[in-house]
Structures are given as structure tokens and as C-alpha cells.
């Protein structure tokens, strides 16, 4: 994959001719997605239009209360017979076969439409084996919606073109299904049979249902609960709800109202995973304030929602803003909840995600969050369940968790599987307008750019070992830091240089008490002294350019911070002694190299810090925490070799410290694995209102590498 003479070029990302974006087309492109971010649109559903169609009126039961949506039932069917999308996807058979179904139950119940009926029975009968096909995406509910069409459709004397024994294998289905449910978790169960009330008519508890109506006046904000609801109930706040919605979509009615947050969310998280969010930074700010706004309120759209919940909340606490865990709190068991019971995985997966941003010692609810998303998650593989087109970005979360995944990479890997169809399945399909195709091209574009730019500067850097010019762009990848990324990597080579020497290279003198201006020393020393002082200068020149700031004297004492601390290494192996563990990593931690890498470079990477942002206990305390884990993550992984070597390392003066029998190296390890955790939720938990992203992310990277 990679061409170990040039580093960069296996890196660039093959596009088709749709993909190819121009530069004069750019801007048109950020601007159609800004407008997505602005206007948010979602398709129309024939299902729950057909499910409105068929409320009564108040006045009267021989007339429709909603006569607009069996307008557009009307003048909705397709060549084939079928209702549901043109560009129906092929694979969605059974969708269009329940959408098709309930839109002739309308008609039939109202008595107009006998042609469109005719069709769509022929249709029905056209398609009916594809019941039966294993291959077909299934929809959430199905056996239990389609069968209750299906008895509602004898009930209408409606003349199906099914064989009685097929009518009773449906319903026997229904019943099974039914069955499992209330004998599984009663209020998981309740939730799910809830959603699914169009499906079950007289055999549902209406009084039950009604206990989950929303703010809106919805049930789970799904016109076609709601309209069944309404039908059996005549609520007037489930009649107000979908006379919102028709007032906002016209004549039918979406499957899921309201999206909005959600729809902006999708756009900010597409954005962020493709690597692009740098360039809308002004709208994504706009967006995650007012959804903050909404999480303080506790707003329903927010909170009774999985996927929009947790996309806020990693939305929100990964750039900074304070919002505790126990509002997931309704998620954190699998079986307990209506997304449990859904088998919703992209839902799932994002509650997936949003479990592993634990940043408090004790946050339980993302703990068991975790545990269930991720076992369920790994069984539907296991089980392949999950539609092909989903499976490569489930595979990937699990794969790749949030502390051990590359930025860089993850965008590339993003690209390779981003779906731009954006099909979503509920108890119907549907589509939200986010300009997948859009986000995608914008972000093959960038990344193309990028590759051009790194292989460019190479030529200047100069030919640095494969694993160091890897590690540079996965943690520094924007096109305009190119500053930042020559710091690191020049100082990532003086600090290798330098460690060499101590390792094997010198006298006790020449290690630290040599002036070289005066006193004479190896060429080694001269050489290593004068491409320090050119490389410092450099940097701090730069830095005044890009801050407008003189930072000389931090380098200097970076630099000598980790001289300091190689010696202080060199003298416990010179003099055969053995420091107490809390010792080594006082030092270990400085020597492991972030500070005269990463510390110049954080001027570089584009925000000005002010005095009190560099000098803060939060800015030291993020270097000296993700120093420890990259400490420790190295000792761990090098401990064999570097005792063979006779070298100090974390897993060997921690067996020491242990000095117990029954103590293994693999204990060990494990208890080092679980001081990390408890580093990196400390990192988390540091807010960003003084440390932007940017220079927390440019901590995290190399730790990833380590």
C-alpha cells in the first residue's frame, strides 16, 4: 500500500468522475451544504401518509379527517402499481410491499380509487414472493405491521390475491412475534408494541400507549402510531401533531417529524468523520450551541431519540461543553429500552460511540452503555445481520475505538465505506437530504490536496524514517499547517538523535557539562548542539510570524527539560540503580520526547494562545497526562526487549514494586493498561475553553501510534 521512497503516495484516494471537484466548484459545494445545515429536508412516506388517510373525521366516521393525504395517496402510485420512492432501492421490496399495501387500504376505506386499487393488488401479487426472500432488507416490525394490514385488509373484504393458508402463516407470525415480546422485558416490550400500534388495532392497550404521547402531542414521533392513535382515541393533541405536520409538508406526511437536530447532527458528524469540519467551523458552532440550548431544556427532540441523543452528546462533550452522562441514562440497558428492542443498529452504533467518551471516575451509565451496544453489535456481525452496506462502518467503530483511532486514517477509511444513498429503515425507509454526495467530494478533494501538499514538503523536510513522517500526518494533517508539521518533524529527528547519544554515545561530561563554545568536545556534541540552536531559532521565528510572540526561552527550556531527563536515565544505568516506579515516570514521562516535539508545534497549528492558556496547570497537565500514557503504551509494548538490554521500563519496576508471589507480567499489564484509561478520561475531561481542539487532538495522535 505504501511506497517506502515516497510516504505519502500510497496515501492518495482514488475518486470516480463524480467525485473529481474543481476548485471553482468548491465553494459551491460548502455552499450547498451550509444550505443543508440551514434547510433541512426528508422524504416524503407514503406508509404514514396512507396511516393519516385513514383517520376518520370527528364529524362523521364515513369521511377522512385528513382528505388532503388521501389526495396525495391518489396521485402518488408509480407505473408499477407500487407506492414509495422512484429509485426505489432494490433490496427494499418488502418496504415498498408494506407502503403499497396500506395505501390501498386508504383508498379501500374510503371506496374511491378502484383503478389504483387494482394496481396495487396486482402489484401485491406480483411481488408477494419477496416475503419470503432472505436477501431483502426487513423492516422494524414487519411481521407484526404487514400482518395486521393483512387481517385489516380481510376485515375491509378487501380480495387479496393470497391463499388462506399464507393469511394464516402471516398471522401466526404476528402472534409469535407478540408472543416473544411479552415474555421478554415488560417495559422494553411496552415501548416497542407502543411504535408498532398501527399494526395491532383492537388488540392493542390504548391506555398504556397513550402514556408515551409526547410533548407534540406524538407517539415516538411517528405519524403512523400517531394517526392509529388517533383513530382509536380521538385525542386532540394527536390530531393537532399531524395537522402540524401537513401544515409544514403539504398534502403527506414524513416517517419520523420533527429531524431537525437530528438531520444537522448527521451533517456535523458526516463533516467530522470525513475530516472536513475545519472548513464549516462558524456553522458548526451556530448548530452545537443551539443544540446545547436544547439539552439544558431537556428537549424531547434531543432526549427521547437514541441516535439524535447521542449524537449530541459526543457532539457536544467532544468539543467542550458540559453535559453529564445520566441524560443517556434511558439508553444504558439494552433490553430496557426502545432501541433494544428496535434491533436499530445504526441507532446502536452511535450510542456505541457516544459510551466511550467517559471522561468522570464514575460514569456507570456509559459503562453498561458500552458493554450492551457493544456486545449487541458484535453478535449482528457475528450473526451477519446488518445490511451489507452498514457492515464495514460497524466493523470499523468496533475495530477502532475513539482513543485508538487515527484521525487521519479514520477519514480515509470514512471515504472508502460513506454511504450517499443516506437510506434510513424504521418501520418504512426514508431519506434525509444531508448532500452526502457533496460531503463526500468535498472530502476527496481535501484529502487529495492534503497528500499533494505533504509530499511537497517532504522535499524540504527531507527523507525522515517511514514511522515518523506516519505519525507527523496522521496527528498534523491540515494543508495549512505546514509550519507545525516542519517543527515536528525536524524536532522528532533531533530528539531521536539526541536519545541515541545517551543511549551509546559519550562521556559523563560530554552528556551534560560541556559548554561547546569553550571547552572541547566530540563532534557529535557539536553537531547535535548547532542543529538544535539553528532548529530553535527557526521555530521561534516562525512563531513570531504566525503569534506574533517570543518564545525562545520556552523552547530552550523544553529542550532542556528533556536533555534532563535522558541524563537523569543514563545516570540510574550508569550507576546500575533502580528507582521506585512514581521516580521512573517523574522522568520517563519527560524523556518519552512529546515536550520538544509537540510543545513547538502547538504555536503552529493555527488558534494565538495568550500567556495564561501556555502557562495554565489545564495546558501542563493535558502534556504531562497523554505523556504518561505514551510512556506507558511504549514500556508496555518494548518491556522484552529492553530487558534483555538491561534498560529501566514501567512493566519490570512495577513487578518489582509488586514483589509478591503470583504476580505475572500479564497483571502487570493489565494494571498499566488500566492507569492509562484512567489518564485519558482525565485528559477527556478537560474543557476546551481555554485548550482548543485542535491542540488537544495534536496531543492524542501520537498516543494513538504508541
Not at 422512484?86 to 433490496?91: C, E, F, G
Not at 408477494?128 to 431483502?136: M, V
Not at 458500552?370 to 467503530?397: M, P, Y
Not at 545517551?502 to 566530540?522: H, K, P, Q
Amino acid at each position: 500500500m505504501y511506497d517506502s521512497a515516497s510516504p505519502c503516495h500510497g496515501w492518495k484516494f482514488s475518486v470516480n468522475a463524480r467525485h473529481v471537484v474543481t476548485s471553482s466548484s468548491s465553494e459551491g459545494i460548502r455552499e450547498r451544504i451550509r444550505k443543508a445545515l440551514e434547510n433541512v429536508e426528508i422524504s416524503i412516506s407514503p406508509y404514514d401518509t396512507a396511516w393519516v388517510a385513514l383517520v376518520p373525521s370527528p364529524n362523521s366516521p364515513w369521511a377522512p379527517s385528513f382528505p388532503e393525504c388521501l389526495k396525495w395517496v391518489l396521485d402518488n402510485q408509480l407505473r408499477d402499481g407500487s407506492w414509495g420512492p422512484p429509485d426505489r432501492h432494490p433490496l427494499l421490496v418488502k418496504d415498498s410491499l408494506s407502503s403499497t399495501l396500506a395505501c390501498v387500504l386508504a383508498l379501500r376505506r374510503w371506496g374511491i380509487g378502484e383503478m389504483q386499487m387494482a394496481n396495487g393488488i396486482e402489484y401485491l401479487k406480483s411481488n408477494f414472493s419477496s416475503l419470503y426472500d432472505e436477501k431483502q432488507y426487513t423492516t422494524i416490525g414487519f411481521d407484526i405491521l404487514f400482518s395486521g394490514m393483512i387481517e385489516y385488509a380481510v376485515h375491509m373484504d378487501l380480495n387479496l390475491p393470497l391463499r388462506s393458508a399464507d393469511i394464516i402463516d402471516m398471522l401466526h407470525k404476528r402472534y409469535s412475534e407478540l408472543k416473544r415480546i411479552r415474555r421478554g422485558d415488560l417495559e422494553g416490550g411496552n415501548l416497542y408494541l407502543s411504535y408498532l400500534s398501527e399494526g395491532l388495532g383492537n388488540l392493542q392497550d390504548w391506555e398504556m400507549v397513550m402514556k408515551h404521547q409526547r410533548k407534540n402531542g406524538s407517539l415516538f414521533n411517528s405519524p403512523s402510531a400517531t394517526a392509529a392513535a388517533l383513530t382509536h382515541v380521538q385525542n386532540a393533541d394527536c390530531h393537532n401533531y399531524l395537522r402540524t405536520v401537513l401544515d409544514k409538508f403539504g398534502n403527506a406526511v414524513p416517517a419520523v417529524y420533527p429531524m431537525e437536530i437530528n438531520a444537522r447532527l448527521s451533517i456535523i458528524t458526516a463533516m467530522e468523520r470525513l475530516g472536513i469540519d475545519r472548513h464549516f467551523e462558524k456553522e458548526i458552532h451556530t448548530v452545537l450551541d443551539q443544540t446545547y440550548r436544547g439539552w439544558m431544556q431537556g428537549e424531547e427532540e434531543i432526549f427521547l431519540d437514541a441516535s439524535t441523543c447521542a449524537m449530541a452528546f459526543y457532539a457536544l462533550r467532544g468539543n467542550g461543553y458540559e453535559v453529564s452522562s445520566e441524560s443517556l441514562s434511558r439508553f444504558a440497558e439494552g433490553d430496557g429500552s426502545l432501541e433494544g428492542q428496535l434491533k436499530d443498529v445504526g441507532a446502536i452504533l452511535e450510542l456505541y460511540r457516544a459510551s466511550q467518551l467517559i471522561i468522570y471516575p464514575d460514569e456507570s451509565v456509559l459503562e453498561k452503555q458500552n458493554s450492551w451496544t457493544g456486545n449487541f453489535l458484535r453478535q449482528e456481525l457475528c450473526n451477519s445481520s446488518i445490511h451489507a452496506d452498514k457492515v464495514k462502518e460497524v466493523d470499523d467503530a468496533i475495530q477502532f475505538p475513539y482513543h485508538a483511532n487515527l484521525d487521519r486514517l479514520a477519514h480515509r477509511r470514512s471515504m472508502e465505506h460513506y454511504k450517499q444513498d443516506n437510506i434510513r429503515i424504521l418501520k418504512t425507509s426514508y431519506r434525509l437530504n444531508i448532500c452526502d454526495e457533496h460531503l463526500l467530494a468535498l472530502a476527496v478533494e481535501d484529502f487529495n490536496t492534503s497528500q499533494s501538499i505533504y509530499s511537497k514538503e517532504l522535499e524540504h523536510i527531507g527523507r525522515c524514517i517511514f514511522y515518523d513522517i506516519f505519525k507527523l500526518i496522521a496527528s498534523i494533517f491540515s494543508p495549512q499547517q505546514s509550519d507545525a508539521r516542519a517543527s515536528w518533524a525536524k524536532n522528532s529527528v533531533l530528539a531521536t538523535i539526541t536519545d541515541d547519544f545517551f543511549d551509546v554515545g559519550g562521556t559523563r561530561e560530554e552528556l551534560w557539562d560541556v559548554n561547546v563554545s569553550i571547552d572541547a568536545c566530540s563532534e557529535q556534541v557539536e553537531i547535535i548542539f548547532s542543529a538544535l540552536h539553528s532548529t530553535i531559532s527557526e521555530i521561534a521565528e516562525n512563531i513570531i510570524t504566525s503569534q506574533g510572540r517570543h518564545v525562545t526561552k520556552h523552547l530552550i527550556q523544553i529542550w532542556l527539560d528533556f536533555l534532563k531527563s535522558m541524563f537523569q536515565e543514563a545516570e540510574w544505568t550508569r550507576n546500575k540503580s533502580v528507582p521506585t516506579l512514581n521516580e521512573y515516570l517523574e522522568t520517563a514521562h519527560v524523556s518519552f520526547g512529546m515536550g520538544p516535539i509537540i510543545l513547538p508545534a502547538v504555536y503552529l497549528v493555527g488558534p494565538k494562545f495568550s500567556d495564561e492558556v501556555v502557562n495554565s496547570h489545564e495546558y501542563y497537565k493535558l502534556y504531562q497526562q497523554t505523556s504518561l500514557c505514551g510512556r506507558l503504551l511504549n514500556d508496555i509494548q518494548s518491556y522484552k526487549r529492553e530487558y534483555k538490554e538491561g534498560k529501566l521500563n514501567a512493566v519490570t519496576l512495577q513487578l518489582i514494586s509488586d514483589g509478591r508471589s503470583g504476580v505475572t507480567e500479564d497483571d502487570v499489564i493489565k494494571k498499566l493498561k488500566s492507569d492509562i484509561d484512567h489518564h485519558t478520561r482525565e485528559d477527556d475531561g478537560f474543557t476546551t475553553e481555554k485548550m482548543m481542539k485542535t491542540v488537544k487532538d495534536l496531543f492524542y495522535e501520537p498516543v494513538k501510534l504508541d
